[in-house]
T-cell receptor, first 113, second 114 residues
Framework: QKEVEQDPGPLSVPEGAIVSLNCTYSNSAFQYFMWYRQYSRKGPELLMYTYSSGNKEDGRFTAQVDKSSKYISLFIRDSQPSDSATYLCAMTSYTGTASKLTFGTGTRLQVTL | DGGITQSPKYLFRKEGQNVTLSCEQNLNHDAMYWYRQDPGQGLRLIYYSQIVNDFQKGDIAEGYSVSREKKESFPLTVTSAQKNPTAFYLC?????????????FGPGTRLTVT
């Protein structure tokens, strides 16, 4: 069993929809949770990070962590065609000079007109 | 502009040849990382370095080697011992100041070995 599980999709939604992307994990030591967006044939870019449990909002994006369920989510409101990309969750238990991140496999999102 | 550069974007090699992938950053970050991305498998850590002249193996280091002679540079050599070298290789960097979990990625190098 992988430490981090993520549905690969693809997930197709109409423009303006609310999108919910999720990851589950098994390592209870994970404390930092990140969401990266990756466009085709590009490097990932960090969207949001959350420490421990709770919600964090940034514009149209909301990250949610439920440590009791070992479940994290990324919500995208008013989705746009430019949101079409692969979304990767990542997490780590340690953050010193360097952090070893564990990534999910990514969910491919397609927002249609 | 600050950022991470990787070259070349595409690389083709014959089986049995070693190949070196370049990664340079001008963000003044202490830590640098190499990941490999395969379809359906997400990113897997190959090597990382916290400081010049020091590096540690990641989860899939076999068949790879790295060096960190300068803070700005962290080249990755894919040796002939790597059984499945064809993949998308990503370099990243981070700084402890903002949290080393905030890793910034380069554009990647797609390596094809035939």
């Amino acid at each position: 069993q992988k430490e981090v599980e993520q549905d690969p999709g693809p997930l197709s939604v109409p423009e303006g929809a609310i999108v919910s992307l999720n990851c589950t994990y098994s390592n209870s030591a994970f404390q930092y949770f990140m969401w990266y967006r990756q466009y085709s044939r590009k490097g990932p870019e960090l969207l949001m990070y959350t420490y421990s449990s709770g919600n964090k909002e940034d514009g149209r994006f909301t990250a949610q962590v439920d440590k009791s369920s070992k479940y994290i989510s990324l919500f995208i409101r008013d989705s746009q065609p430019s949101d079409s990309a692969t979304y990767l969750c990542a997490m780590t238990s340690y953050t010193g000079t360097a952090s070893k991140l564990t990534f999910g496999t990514g969910t491919r999102l397609q927002v249609t007109l | 502009d600050g950022g991470i550069t990787q070259s070349p974007k595409y690389l083709f090699r014959k089986e049995g040849q070693n190949v070196t992938l370049s990664c340079e950053q001008n963000l003044n970050h202490d830590a640098m990382y190499w990941y490999r991305q395969d379809p359906g498998q997400g990113l897997r850590l190959i090597y990382y370095s916290q400081i010049v002249n020091d590096f540690q193996k990641g989860d899939i280091a076999e068949g790879y080697s790295v060096s960190r002679e300068k803070k700005e540079s962290f080249p990755l050599t894919v040796t002939s011992a790597q059984k499945n070298p064809t993949a998308f290789y990503l370099c990243a960097s981070s700084t402890r100041d903002s949290g080393s979990y905030e890793q910034y990625f380069g554009p990647g190098t797609r390596l094809t070995v035939t």
